[in-house]
Nanobody
Framework: HLVESGGSLVQPGESLTLSCAASETTLEYHAIGWFRQAPGEEREAVSCIPSSGDEIHYADSVKGRFTISRDTDKKTVTLHINSLQPEDTGVYFC???????????????????WGQGTQVTVAA
């Protein structure tokens, strides 16, 4: 299964790096999607990266502030967030499709395995 980490309580304008790792394998051949869910809201996609790493997607609301990447050891996928705002508050999840070597999609039904999430809270 997947494990997210890096969530925290931060002030507006600060940065965070979230990590997604697999407990029993590397993520080298997996497309990974990052999603978030704010209190009382539906889960939304914020970014995804295919197994090849060459066609990355971002939600319009986070473009320019979020950066998804694979660590050089291929074992984790990180989501770096700059200039955090209160509206970025929520639980952040990473997810992987059932199959290896796939493209990524910005919808939750594309994904089969989900982590438990990591809480990000942005407040002054």
């Amino acid at each position: 299964h997947l494990v997210e980490s890096g969530g925290s309580l931060v002030q507006p304008g600060e940065s965070l790096t979230l990590s997604c790792a697999a407990s029993e394998t590397t993520l080298e051949y997996h497309a990974i999607g990052w999603f978030r869910q704010a209190p009382g809201e539906e889960r939304e996609a914020v970014s995804c990266i295919p197994s090849s790493g060459d066609e990355i997607h971002y939600a319009d609301s986070v473009k320019g502030r979020f950066t998804i990447s694979r660590d050089t050891d291929k074992k984790t996928v990180t989501l770096h967030i700059n200039s955090l705002q209160p509206e970025d508050t929520g639980v952040y999840f990473c997810a992987a499709p059932r199959d290896l070597f796939t493209v990524c999609r910005m919808w939750s039904k594309w994904y089969y395995v989900w982590g438990q999430g990591t809480q990000v809270t942005v407040a002054a």
